[in-house]
Structures are given as C-alpha cells and as structure tokens.
C-alpha cells in the first residue's frame, strides 16, 4: 500500500512538472541584432529586416528579435564583431575589414577586378573560409559571409581616368582599397560608411569608392556631382567583404530545434542569397543617382586597361604579407580565384 501511494504521488508529480517542463521548453529566445547600418538603408530594409522575420516565423515565434540598426546599442563599426564576441549583443552584421589587419585571409575577396556577380563570389567566400581559413572567426558562430556588388566611384569632381584620381581625396572602406587608391594616385582616407555624410560635407573628402545599393542610405548622391563605373564585360573593380557572427554561448544556450533554424538560415546558401539582394540593390543607389540628375559615366574596357595594370602589384604585395604572417599567400589567392571560377559556372 505504501509502496502503491508513493507511486501515486511520483506520477502526480510528473503530471504537474510535466507543462512545466514544457512551458520552459517552449519559452521564447530573444535576440538583439547589431549594425552600423542605417534603418533606412536597403541592408536594413531589404536583407537584415526579411532575414530576421523569416527566422522569427520559422520559429513560431519562439525567436524574437530586437533590431539595433545605426549603432543604436552603443560602440563604433569597428567594434561591432567583438561585442558578438563579447555578448553585448547578440547578433552583429559588419566589415571584417573595419579591424584592418586581423581577418587577413578573407581580404583576398576584395582584391581588384576579381570577380563579378556578388551571389556566386559569397559562396566562394564562405567555402573559402571554411576550407582555408576555418579559425578566421572562430571567436564567434558564424552564420554568413558574403561580398557587395561591383564597386564604383561617386565624386565631387568628374573621374574617367586614372589621372582623374591625382591628389583627389577618397574615402576608402578597407586596407586593400585604402592601398589600391593609393596606387591610382589619390589621397585614400579610411573610414567607416556613417561617416559618409559629414566628411563630405566639410569637404574632408572628394569623394568615395563604395558599393551603389548604400549610396542613398548615406545621401552620397546628394553630397556628390558624378558618379563612375566600369563596364560589365570588366571584372569589378572591388568588392567588400562581411560577416553576419553570432555569439557563441547565446547559440549553444538555445535548444536544439531553436538551433535548427538558426542553421536553416544560416551557411552558404544564405550568404549567397545576402551577395545577391546587395547586388540587386545597386539598381535602387543607381536610380537615386539618375533621379538627382548627376551624370554616371562608364569606363569601358580599353580605359579599364591602364585601372588593371596599376592594381597588378597589388596582388604580390598581398602574398608576400601573408608570407610574412606565416599563411601560404599564393594558395590562398589561388584557392579563391578557384572558387570564384567555380561558383561563377553554377
């Protein structure tokens, strides 16, 4: 009887404990999303915004997201991958290369005229990282990388040639673009995208090399006369490189079906989908720049000759520092030149 009444009282118990279990386990996750980003720009609007309801439906809701577009949780672009390292917040989007110098292998994919159509170049991208550089960002999860559409020029004075760009100062966004401009003959100054607006303004700069789906969200075509590109049949003059990084405890702290979608939406399929909607979106910055009125003058490929050759050494330059830090510099420029050609035939 006894041993009868306890039985009783373990089920009863296990009956009550059981919805209680449950509720914890169905309890929702909320996830703060970081980045410099304005919440006007297309990134925001158009990639980041549909991402984050995606996973939020997917999840039936159990992931709610706290959006933090414009560093609106504090900190500077260039802090941004150490406060998902650090827990600040949960989920960040930014520039590997706002920490010049640190995540060096992946600069290989913002190298000159490398490639041409940003959804196969960020599936490179990722299985580049994966395979030749796995600890790149190992202070993180990782949930996409990909790259911008072709880069272009947006200046205050008229640029077609190389010579056009003696003395003009322009904002560049990375190391190897800083280097590149450098190359042509301009006065590079290295800055973040926010500060865009003022630099030009006060006229610190002359112009930028920038991507044309963020030109409205930083009023570029407003702050500049002329804008400049080169022609399809040239491979992009440059690309930059981003990272979407998770902070690893916040993953490893969801259940496993919470996990699932998180990975669902994660890897190399998203991070070429993120390459393609940035591309996409140069239409929308290049619409701006025609409604302004503001001239867009295509380089063709026989100016584009003198542009190519001048970047060449650039690439040496490259390995030899990645010699220098102890990686194989001409593997991996050749391993992501491989996988461009790859992913550009699928």
């Known amino acids: 009887m006894i041993r009868r009444r306890s039985l009783l009282k373990t089920g009863a118990a296990a009956a009550v404990a059981g919805p209680i279990f449950q509720s914890f386990s169905q309890q929702a996750v909320s996830l703060r999303m970081h980045t410099f980003m304005a919440p006007t720009s297309n990134v925001w609007t158009i990639m980041l915004k549909p991402w984050m309801d995606k996973v939020e439906k997917e999840s039936g809701g159990r992931i709610r997201f706290e959006g933090y577009p414009a560093m609106q949780l504090g900190g500077t672009p260039p802090q941004l991958?150490?406060?998902?390292?650090?827990?600040?917040?949960?989920?960040?989007?930014?520039?590997?290369?706002?920490?010049?110098?640190?995540?060096?292998?992946?600069?290989?994919?913002?190298?000159?005229?490398?490639?041409?159509?940003?959804?196969?170049?960020?599936?490179?991208?990722?299985?580049?990282?994966?395979t030749q550089a796995p600890d790149e960002f190992k202070d993180t999860k990782v949930l996409a990388l990909h790259v911008h559409g072709r880069g272009s020029f947006h200046s205050t004075q008229q640029i077609k040639t190389v010579a056009d760009l003696k003395g003009m100062k322009l904002?560049?966004?990375?190391?190897?673009i800083t280097r590149l401009l450098a190359m042509y003959g301009a006065v590079p100054v290295g800055m973040p995208l926010p500060g865009i607006p003022d630099a030009l303004s006060k006229g610190t700069i002359q112009g930028v090399a920038t991507a044309w789906d963020v030109v409205?969200?930083?009023?570029?075509?407003?702050?500049?006369?002329?804008?400049?590109?080169?022609?399809?049949?040239?491979?992009?003059?440059?690309?930059?490189?981003?990272?979407?990084?998770?902070n690893r405890a916040k993953y490893e702290s969801l259940p496993p079906d919470l996990k699932k979608v998180i990975d669902a939406n994660s890897g190399i399929d998203t991070s070429a989908q993120f390459g393609t909607i940035t591309q996409s979106s140069d239409a929308i910055g290049r619409k701006a720049v025609m409604d302004r009125g503001n001239p867009i003058y295509t380089i063709p490929k026989a100016e584009a000759a003198e542009f190519i050759r001048l970047a060449g050494p650039l690439k040496d330059e490259w390995v030899a520092d990645m010699n220098k830090r102890g990686y194989d510099g001409q593997k991996l420029l050749a391993s992501a030149k491989s996988l461009i050609a790859k992913y550009a035939k699928t």
Not at 96 to 116: C, D, H, I, Q, S
């Open 171 to 176: 904002r560049a966004p990375t190391r190897l």
């Open 216 to 246: 409205p969200s930083v009023k570029v075509h407003e702050l500049t006369k002329y804008s400049t590109e080169f022609a399809d049949d040239v491979p992009a003059f440059y690309t930059g490189t981003f990272v979407m990084a998770m």
């Open 81 to 130: 991958y150490d406060q998902a390292r650090d827990g600040v917040a949960d989920i960040v989007w930014t520039l590997p290369g706002y920490t010049p110098g640190r995540f060096v292998r992946g600069e290989v994919f913002e190298l000159p005229f490398m490639m041409n159509e940003a959804g196969a170049t960020s599936r490179a991208y990722w299985e580049f990282i994966q």
